[in-house]
């Protein structure tokens, strides 16, 4: 089970794998699982709860590991977003049973294509090496005696990186530090400028977070504070400004085929359980009110163009009525 508004590949390899997925409600602070949401769906048929640290901000793993330590689950966290995020001190990907960490080209830390599996048990280990290594990793790796007999066929698949993407993968990770400090100071300088713009929602960042890599900053657009001016409106006035801005692109994982539908493509005849769209939910609110704004990566550098950010926002703010009377009647 997973969160219903995430990236869909956090929770997709599921269905190739003749598995069922079933989806809870979003915290709208965090924007991954919320525990109540997750106890609430639990059955005796949940085997994995998968967590996805959104954006970079983790996900609440005190009352997530309760949660599954009571219910004798485990606990597959996708750090994608959130290489270098901590949560109450400790780095993300170290809670779960295994966690995973995209390095596709637009990450934080980034190979082109590839990613990494950390695990603490031995068991996850040893099947994922014989998982994506057949031949001599898996005869140098896999400790379990029993599971290295499959050294020369692996299970049977080769999934590995291309060793040039981990060479760009080492060096990304290099620059990595240099890189989050910077976002970090320019997203801060963001939250500041756009703190007085009533019609924006604060991201909400908890005391005891590090954001890491900082995947998206993504606020919520509260439109009852501008006249009730549609968000792609607002969109609309804010790309006229020249701002790179827009809606994130993916929807709730509910409204996909993939998810929604009862066979599984993959393996025709084989029903699954389907998911309806939950309205109402937070994850819809959220997926109807999130503005996509861009992260900026070079300290000092971009505090200008951010300045221009922010000053676009507060120019449709004191314009409001003229946009409200666009919105009413756009071809006027
Ligand atoms: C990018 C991303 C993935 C997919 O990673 P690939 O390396 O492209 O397969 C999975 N989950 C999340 C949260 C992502 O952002």
Redesign the pocket.
Known sequence: MGPAL??H??LSPVFALRGDVVLADIDPDTRGLDPKALQAVLTEHTKVITV?HQWGHPCDMDAILRIAERHGLRVLE?C??AHGSRYKGRPVGTFGDAAVF???A??AVYAG???ILVTSDPQVHDRATLLGHYRDRSRDAVLDEDLRAHWVTGFGLKLRMSPFNAIVARHALAAFPARKEARHRCLRHFGERLGDVTYLEPVHIADHVDMGAW?GYKPLYRPEALGGVPRSVLIEALRAEGMEVGAPSSPRLSTLPLYARPENPLFPGTPKKGITPETGSHAEHVERHALSLPTFTNWPDDTKLIDQYAEAFHKIGRHREALVRYAADPSR
């Open positions: 995430t990236y590949a956090a996805v996708d994608s977003h995209s390095l596709q637009n990450k294509e590839g990613g995947y």
